[in-house]
C-alpha cells in the first residue's frame, strides 16, 4: 500500500511542481539583436543577460512573472508572462531613449545642469554605498578571449599552437556572500573550460564586484594606480559632466549624463552614466578607460552595468560586463567577462533611503554704489538628512560563522558537471561559435593529450634557439610525461651562466642540469645535479640537489642538497657572476669572494597555518679558504703585470684580519612569519595566498653547534617586519625592517656573520637591499638595524608633465640606513625614474655617513 502510494506520488509530482523554459530575443528597433541586454525578474530579485546575438533563455516554475527588459540607452519595457511547465517564446523590441531636455532647471547658476545632478549623486554616495548590510546572489559568469591576429614569430621564437577565434571559453555559478565593511564569502560552485574537461576557472565573482561608488576603483593587473570613480568625492576635480536629457523608467525620471575627464592623462573614465532623478542613484553605466588613463596590456576596456531595485529603496547590480581589446608583438584580440545575478537576499543598511534638503541661501548683500558690479545671487545650500539606521541584529541573512579567511572556495566536483546541467543553469544561452567551440575542443582535448600531438608540438618546442641558449636558458619538455630538462643559458645578464669568470678559479664552466616531474595534483619532484670546473686552479667541484614539494595546499617542500661547491662568502650572493665576471675583466674590480665547502643540507618549508610560515634548515660543512690564482683581465692583459685587484679575504671593519683556516660547521636554522588576516582562496589543485590589513612579521634564529666535530659555536636572532602600503592616487609604498643581536660567540668566521645586500657596480641590486654600501666592510657579529623604504608614485607628479606622460615615466624615492657598530648610522637616498622603454629603471642614490656624505651614484636596473 506504502509502495503504491509513493509512486503514485513520484508519478504525479511533475503535475505539481511545473517548471518551463522561457527563451526569446531582444531586439533595437532595426530588428538587430541587443547584445548583453538585462532582463529582470521582480519576483524572483533575479536577472539574466542577453548573449552576443541578443537570445535568451531563463529556467521558471510555474507562475506569472513580471519581466523588465533593459539595454543602455534604449528604453526598458516589462512584459507579464506565465509559466506552465511548457516552454514559452518572448520576442521583444526596443526602441531608443526619447530623451526630454527639459526636466531639469537650474536655479541661480549657469553651469550645465549635470553638475547639480552629479553635487547630489555624490553627496550621496556613501549611503548608497552601504545601503546593503550585507547580501548574497547568485553569479553566473562567462569569460570569452577571441584573437584576430597572430604572428608566425615573437622576438624570434615560432608561435606554436596559437590559432585565431576564441581561445579561451570559461563559465561558472557561484554563491556569493558579502557583508559590511569587507567580509566576502564565496564558493564556486560549477566551473566549465572549453576543452579543458579536467580544468578549474579561475573566473571569480567577488573581484568582478566593481561598484562606482567608490571614490577610487582599483582593477588589478590594468594599473599600478586606482582610477577616480565618476561620483567620488573629488571627482569635479577630475570630471566635467553634460546633461543629455531625461527619460522615464516605472514612474521614476532618469538622467543622462555624459563623462568627460577634465584633463586627457588623469586616471578617469569616460563615456555614459544614468542617474536616478530624486534619489540619486546609479540606474546603469557605461563607461570606458583608454590607454590616456594609464591603463597596462590592453587598448581599452569598457564597464558596462545594470541596477535594479531588490528591496523598496536597495538597489543593486543585476548585470555587469567588462569588454577589451588589446593588440601587440603581432597579437591583436578581444575578449570579455559577463556577470550575471539572481536570487538576492539583502538585509539593509538603514530604515529608508536619504534625502537631500535645500537651505534657504543667504540674501544679497545690497549694493549701494551703482558702479559697482552686481554680484551673482548665492547658489543654494544643501544638507544630507540623514536616514534611520535599522538593527543589524535584525532580520541577518548570514550566520557569523559563515565568514571567514577563506573568501573563495572551489568544490572538488565543480568541473564535474555535464551539458545538461549547464543547458539547464546557464542564464545566458551561448551563441553558435561559443557552442561549437565547447564540442570542437572537447573532441580534440583528447588529441591534444595523445602521445602523438604531444610529441609533435614538443619537436618544434624542443628546438634550441639563439634566445634560449643564451639569454632565458633551454628547457627539453617532455609533454606527453609531463617533466623536462632545463639548462642554464651559456651567457646571460639575467639568469645564471654555464660560462663565469673570476680571479680565483678564472674562466669557469658551471653546469647544471634540472630534471622535473610534475604530477596531476600539482606535486613536483626535481633532481638537480651540478659540475663546476675552474680553468685556472683547476679544481672540480659537484653537487646534487633533491626537492619534492609534497603538499600544494600548504606549499610544503622538502631539500636535500650536497656536495662540494664554491659560494660567496656573503650569504646573500650580494653580486650575480655576470656582473662580477664584466667588472673583473673590463673594470679590473674582483667584488666577489669566494670560499669551497663539502656539504650535507637538509631543508623545510611549509605553511604550518593560514599565515603562518616556517623554513627549517640542519646543514654540516667542511670549509676551505680559497685564493686568487690569475690576475687576468682585458685591461692588462699580462698575467705577471700590475693589478688593481684585491684578494680574495674581504676587508671587514670588525676584523683586522678576516681569513680563516679549514674547519668544521655544524649550523642550524629556522625562521618564521606570520602574516595577521591572511585571506586565501582554496581549490581543489591548491591553496592561494591573499594580503591582509597587516604587515608581515618574521622571527629568524641561527646557531653554530660545537658537536660532532664542529668548531663552529655563536648564536643569534632576528625579528623583522615588512608590508606594502596602498596609496590611491599618490601611488604605493613598501617598507621593511630588522634588528638582531648575537650571543655565545665563542667561535666565529666571516662566513658567519650578519651580511648586508650591498652594490659597488653600475647595475641596481636588488630594490630592497642597499645601493651603494661595500660588500663586506659592515658585516657585522654585534647588534644592528637594518630599514628599506621605497614609495613608488605611478605617475602622480610626471602625469603633470607632457614629455613625461607621453612616456609614461614614473617616479620613485627610496630610503635605505644601516646601524652597526662600526657603519653607525648609515643612510642612502635616492631618487629614479622607471619605466623608462617600459622596462628600465635609472636611479640617482647619494649615500652619508653620521650626517656626512660618503658617496653617490647612478644606478640601472629593471623597473617594469
Given at each position: 500500500?506504502?509502495f503504491?502510494?509513493l509512486?503514485t506520488?513520484?508519478l504525479f509530482i511533475p503535475?505539481?511542481?511545473f517548471?518551463?523554459?522561457?527563451?526569446?530575443?531582444l531586439t533595437?528597433?532595426?530588428?538587430q539583436?541587443?547584445?548583453?541586454?538585462s532582463?529582470?525578474i521582480?519576483?524572483?530579485?533575479?536577472?539574466?543577460?542577453?548573449n552576443?546575438?541578443?537570445y535568451?533563455q531563463?529556467q521558471?516554475?510555474s507562475?506569472?512573472?513580471?519581466l523588465?527588459?533593459k539595454?543602455v540607452?534604449y528604453?526598458?519595457k516589462?512584459?507579464?508572462?506565465?509559466?506552465?511547465?511548457?516552454?514559452?517564446e518572448l520576442?521583444?523590441?526596443?526602441?531608443?531613449?526619447?530623451?526630454?531636455l527639459?526636466?531639469v532647471?537650474?536655479?541661480?547658476?549657469d553651469?550645465?545642469p549635470?553638475?547639480?545632478?552629479?553635487?547630489?549623486?555624490?553627496?550621496?554616495?556613501?549611503y548608497h554605498?552601504?545601503e546593503?548590510?550585507?547580501?548574497?546572489?547568485?553569479?553566473?559568469?562567462?569569460?570569452v578571449?577571441r584573437m584576430?591576429?597572430?604572428?608566425?614569430?615573437?622576438l624570434?621564437?615560432?608561435?606554436?599552437?596559437?590559432d585565431?577565434?576564441?581561445v579561451?571559453?570559461s563559465?561558472s555559478?557561484s554563491?556569493?556572500?558579502m557583508?559590511r565593511?569587507?567580509k566576502v564569502n564565496e564558493?564556486?560552485i560549477?566551473?566549465?573550460?572549453?576543452?579543458?574537461k579536467?580544468?578549474?576557472t579561475f573566473n571569480q565573482?567577488?573581484e568582478?564586484?566593481?561598484s562606482?561608488?567608490?571614490n577610487?576603483?582599483?582593477i588589478e593587473?590594468?594599473?599600478?594606480?586606482g582610477?577616480?570613480?565618476?561620483l567620488?568625492n573629488?571627482?569635479?576635480f577630475?570630471?566635467?559632466?553634460q546633461?543629455l536629457?531625461a527619460?522615464?523608467e516605472?514612474g521614476?525620471?532618469i538622467?543622462k549624463i555624459k563623462?568627460i575627464?577634465?584633463r586627457?592623462?588623469?586616471?578617469?573614465?569616460?563615456?555614459?552614466?544614468?542617474i536616478?532623478?530624486?534619489?540619486w542613484?546609479?540606474?546603469s553605466?557605461?563607461l570606458?578607460l583608454?590607454?590616456r588613463?594609464g591603463?597596462?596590456?590592453?587598448?581599452y576596456?569598457?564597464?558596462?552595468q545594470?541596477?535594479?531595485p531588490v528591496?523598496?529603496?536597495?538597489?543593486?547590480?543585476?548585470?555587469?560586463?567588462?569588454?577589451?581589446e588589446a593588440?601587440?608583438?603581432?597579437?591583436k584580440?578581444r575578449g570579455?567577462?559577463?556577470?550575471?545575478?539572481s536570487?538576492?537576499?539583502?538585509q539593509?543598511?538603514y530604515?529608508?533611503?536619504?534625502?537631500?534638503?535645500?537651505?534657504?541661501p543667504?540674501p544679497?548683500?545690497t549694493?549701494?554704489?551703482?558702479?559697482?558690479k552686481?554680484?551673482?545671487?548665492?547658489?543654494?545650500?544643501?544638507?544630507?538628512i540623514?536616514?534611520e539606521?535599522a538593527?543589524p541584529?535584525e532580520?541577518?541573512i548570514?550566520?557569523?560563522?559563515l565568514?571567514?579567511?577563506?573568501?573563495?572556495?572551489?568544490?572538488?566536483?565543480?568541473n564535474k558537471?555535464?551539458s545538461?546541467y549547464?543547458d539547464?543553469?546557464?542564464p545566458?544561452?551561448?551563441?553558435k561559435?561559443?557552442?561549437?567551440?565547447?564540442v570542437k575542443?572537447?573532441?580534440l582535448?583528447?588529441?591534444?593529450e595523445?602521445?602523438?600531438y604531444?610529441?609533435?608540438l614538443?619537436r618544434i618546442?624542443n628546438?634550441?634557439t639563439?634566445?634560449?641558449l643564451?639569454?632565458?636558458g633551454?628547457t627539453y619538455?617532455?609533454s606527453?610525461?609531463?617533466?623536462?630538462?632545463?639548462f642554464?643559458?651559456?651567457?646571460s645578464?639575467t639568469n645564471a651562466?654555464?660560462?663565469?669568470?673570476?680571479?680565483v678559479e678564472?674562466?669557469?664552466?658551471d653546469?647544471k642540469?634540472?630534471?622535473?616531474r610534475?604530477?596531476?595534483d600539482r606535486?613536483r619532484?626535481?633532481?638537480e645535479?651540478t659540475?663546476r670546473?675552474?680553468?685556472?686552479?683547476?679544481?672540480?667541484?659537484?653537487k646534487?640537489?633533491?626537492a619534492?614539494?609534497?603538499?600544494?595546499t600548504?606549499n610544503s617542500?622538502?631539500?636535500?642538497e650536497g656536495g662540494r661547491?664554491?659560494?660567496?662568502?656573503n650569504?646573500n650572493?650580494?653580486i650575480s657572476?655576470?656582473?662580477?665576471s664584466?667588472?673583473?675583466l673590463i673594470?679590473?674590480?674582483n667584488?666577489m669572494?669566494l670560499?669551497q665547502?663539502?656539504?650535507?643540507?637538509?631543508?623545510?618549508?611549509?605553511?604550518?597555518?593560514n599565515?603562518l610560515?616556517?623554513?627549517?634548515?640542519?646543514?654540516y660543512?667542511h670549509?676551505?679558504p680559497?685564493?686568487?690564482?690569475?690576475l687576468?683581465?682585458?685591461k692588462?692583459?699580462?698575467?705577471?703585470?700590475?693589478s688593481?685587484?684585491t684578494s680574495?679575504v674581504?676587508?671587514?671593519?670588525?676584523l683586522?684580519?678576516a681569513?680563516?683556516?679549514?674547519?668544521e660547521?655544524l649550523?642550524?636554522?629556522?625562521?618564521?612569519?606570520?602574516?595577521p588576516?591572511q585571506?586565501y582562496?582554496?581549490?581543489?589543485?591548491?591553496k592561494?595566498n591573499l594580503?591582509s590589513?597587516?604587515?608581515t612579521?618574521?622571527l629568524?634564529?641561527?646557531?653554530?653547534?660545537k658537536?660532532?666535530?664542529?668548531d663552529?659555536k655563536?648564536s643569534t636572532?632576528?625579528?623583522?617586519?615588512n608590508?606594502e602600503?596602498k596609496?590611491?592616487?599618490?601611488?604605493?609604498?613598501?617598507y621593511s625592517?630588522?634588528?638582531g643581536?648575537?650571543w655565545?660567540k665563542?667561535?666565529?668566521?666571516l662566513m658567519?656573520y650578519?651580511?648586508?645586500?650591498g652594490n659597488r657596480?653600475?647595475?641596481?641590486?636588488?630594490?630592497?637591499?642597499?645601493?651603494l654600501?661595500?660588500?663586506?666592510?659592515?658585516?657585522?657579529?654585534n647588534?644592528?638595524?637594518?630599514a628599506?623604504?621605497?614609495?613608488?608614485?605611478?605617475?602622480?607628479?610626471f602625469?603633470k608633465?607632457?614629455?613625461?606622460?607621453?612616456?609614461k615615466l614614473?617616479?620613485?624615492?627610496s630610503?635605505?640606513?644601516?646601524?652597526?657598530q662600526?657603519?653607525?648610522n648609515?643612510?642612502?637616498?635616492g631618487i629614479g625614474?622607471?619605466?623608462?622603454?617600459?622596462?628600465?629603471r635609472?636611479?640617482f642614490?647619494?649615500s652619508?655617513q653620521e650626517?656626512e656624505?660618503?658617496?653617490a651614484g647612478?644606478l640601472?636596473?629593471?623597473g617594469?
Amino acid at each position: 500500500m506504502r509502495f503504491t502510494w509513493l509512486l503514485t506520488l513520484l508519478l504525479f509530482i511533475p503535475l505539481f511542481c511545473f517548471s518551463g523554459t522561457l527563451r526569446g530575443r531582444l531586439t533595437d528597433e532595426n530588428g538587430q539583436g541587443l547584445p548583453f541586454a538585462s532582463i529582470y525578474i521582480k519576483e524572483t530579485a533575479s536577472g539574466t543577460a542577453t548573449n552576443e546575438n541578443g537570445y535568451y533563455q531563463l529556467q521558471l516554475d510555474s507562475g506569472t512573472y513580471t519581466l523588465e527588459f533593459k539595454y543602455v540607452g534604449y528604453k526598458a519595457k516589462k512584459e507579464i508572462v506565465k509559466i506552465n511547465g511548457h516552454p514559452v517564446e518572448l520576442n521583444v523590441q526596443l526602441f531608443p531613449e526619447v530623451l526630454n531636455l527639459q526636466e531639469v532647471v537650474v536655479k541661480a547658476s549657469d553651469e550645465d545642469p549635470a553638475f547639480p545632478i552629479m553635487r547630489n549623486a555624490i553627496r550621496l554616495r556613501k549611503y548608497h554605498q552601504t545601503e546593503a548590510l550585507a547580501w548574497s546572489a547568485r553569479v553566473y559568469m562567462k569569460s570569452v578571449a577571441r584573437m584576430d591576429k597572430v604572428p608566425s614569430k615573437v622576438l624570434g621564437v615560432r608561435v606554436v599552437d596559437v590559432d585565431t577565434g576564441i581561445v579561451y571559453l570559461s563559465e561558472s555559478v557561484s554563491q556569493l556572500h558579502m557583508k559590511r565593511p569587507n567580509k566576502v564569502n564565496e564558493k564556486l560552485i560549477s566551473s566549465r573550460v572549453s576543452g579543458q574537461k579536467k580544468g578549474f576557472t579561475f573566473n571569480q565573482a567577488s573581484e568582478m564586484n566593481v561598484s562606482f561608488y567608490e571614490n577610487l576603483l582599483k582593477i588589478e593587473g590594468l594599473s599600478e594606480r586606482g582610477f577616480v570613480s565618476p561620483l567620488a568625492n573629488n571627482a569635479l576635480f577630475f570630471y566635467k559632466y553634460q546633461y543629455l536629457g531625461a527619460f522615464e523608467e516605472n514612474g521614476r525620471m532618469i538622467n543622462k549624463i555624459k563623462v568627460i575627464p577634465r584633463r586627457r592623462n588623469d586616471p578617469v573614465f569616460e563615456g555614459i552614466i544614468y542617474i536616478v532623478d530624486g534619489t540619486w542613484r546609479l540606474h546603469s553605466t557605461d563607461l570606458k578607460l583608454t590607454k590616456r588613463a594609464g591603463i597596462e596590456f590592453v587598448d581599452y576596456i569598457r564597464v558596462r552595468q545594470v541596477y535594479a531595485p531588490v528591496l523598496e529603496h536597495v538597489w543593486m547590480p543585476v548585470s555587469q560586463k567588462f569588454t577589451f581589446e588589446a593588440a601587440g608583438l603581432g597579437f591583436k584580440g578581444r575578449g570579455y567577462v559577463t556577470g550575471v545575478y539572481s536570487n538576492y537576499k539583502v538585509q539593509a543598511a538603514y530604515k529608508k533611503p536619504p534625502v537631500i534638503e535645500e537651505i534657504e541661501p543667504e540674501p544679497a548683500e545690497t549694493i549701494v554704489a551703482t558702479t559697482q558690479k552686481a554680484k551673482p545671487a548665492p547658489k543654494p545650500r544643501f544638507k544630507v538628512i540623514e536616514p534611520e539606521k535599522a538593527d543589524p541584529e535584525e532580520n541577518p541573512i548570514h550566520p557569523e560563522k559563515l565568514f571567514s579567511k577563506e573568501i573563495l572556495v572551489v568544490d572538488r566536483d565543480a568541473n564535474k558537471r555535464d551539458s545538461l546541467y549547464w543547458d539547464k543553469i546557464r542564464p545566458t544561452p551561448l551563441t553558435k561559435e561559443e557552442s561549437k567551440d565547447y564540442v570542437k575542443k572537447d573532441k580534440l582535448e583528447a588529441v591534444k593529450e595523445s602521445k602523438v600531438y604531444q610529441d609533435s608540438l614538443d619537436r618544434i618546442r624542443n628546438k634550441p634557439t639563439f634566445g634560449n641558449l643564451f639569454l632565458s636558458g633551454y628547457t627539453y619538455n617532455n609533454s606527453f610525461e609531463d617533466n623536462y630538462l632545463r639548462f642554464d643559458p651559456i651567457i646571460s645578464p639575467t639568469n645564471a651562466s654555464i660560462l663565469q669568470y673570476n680571479t680565483v678559479e678564472g674562466l669557469v664552466a658551471d653546469v647544471k642540469v634540472t630534471y622535473g616531474r610534475r604530477y596531476d595534483d600539482r606535486r613536483r619532484f626535481i633532481v638537480e645535479p651540478t659540475v663546476r670546473y675552474g680553468f685556472s686552479n683547476e679544481k672540480f667541484n659537484a653537487k646534487l640537489r633533491t626537492a619534492y614539494v609534497y603538499n600544494t595546499t600548504t606549499n610544503s617542500i622538502v631539500q636535500l642538497e650536497g656536495g662540494r661547491y664554491v659560494d660567496q662568502i656573503n650569504i646573500n650572493s650580494p653580486i650575480s657572476s655576470f656582473v662580477n665576471s664584466a667588472y673583473t675583466l673590463i673594470a679590473e674590480k674582483n667584488y666577489m669572494k669566494l670560499y669551497q665547502r663539502d656539504f650535507i643540507r637538509l631543508a623545510h618549508r611549509g605553511e604550518l597555518t593560514n599565515g603562518l610560515q616556517l623554513t627549517a634548515n640542519l646543514e654540516y660543512a667542511h670549509r676551505m679558504p680559497m685564493q686568487n690564482t690569475t690576475l687576468y683581465n682585458f685591461k692588462d692583459r699580462n698575467p705577471e703585470g700590475l693589478s688593481n685587484f684585491t684578494s680574495n679575504v674581504p676587508v671587514n671593519a670588525e676584523l683586522t684580519d678576516a681569513s680563516f683556516r679549514p674547519h668544521e660547521v655544524l649550523m642550524a636554522s629556522f625562521s618564521v612569519s606570520i602574516k595577521p588576516g591572511q585571506e586565501y582562496i582554496t581549490r581543489p589543485d591548491r591553496k592561494i595566498n591573499l594580503g591582509s590589513n597587516y604587515p608581515t612579521f618574521s622571527l629568524a634564529y641561527r646557531t653554530g653547534i660545537k658537536a660532532f666535530g664542529g668548531d663552529i659555536k655563536y648564536s643569534t636572532a632576528a625579528i623583522g617586519i615588512n608590508d606594502e602600503l596602498k596609496m590611491g592616487l599618490l601611488g604605493s609604498s613598501t617598507y621593511s625592517a630588522s634588528a638582531g643581536v648575537f650571543w655565545n660567540k665563542e667561535s666565529m668566521t666571516l662566513m658567519d656573520y650578519r651580511h648586508f645586500k650591498g652594490n659597488r657596480t653600475i647595475f641596481a641590486g636588488e630594490y630592497n637591499g642597499f645601493q651603494l654600501l661595500d660588500y663586506y666592510k659592515y658585516s657585522t657579529n654585534n647588534n644592528y638595524l637594518e630599514a628599506h623604504y621605497e614609495h613608488h608614485f605611478n605617475g602622480f607628479l610626471f602625469n603633470k608633465l607632457p614629455l613625461f606622460r607621453k612616456l609614461k615615466l614614473q617616479e620613485v624615492v627610496s630610503l635605505n640606513y644601516l646601524n652597526t657598530q662600526q657603519s653607525r648610522n648609515y643612510l642612502e637616498v635616492g631618487i629614479g625614474i622607471e619605466h623608462i622603454l617600459k622596462v628600465m629603471r635609472v636611479d640617482f642614490v647619494t649615500s652619508f655617513q653620521e650626517g656626512e656624505k660618503a658617496r653617490a651614484g647612478i644606478l640601472i636596473g629593471l623597473g617594469f
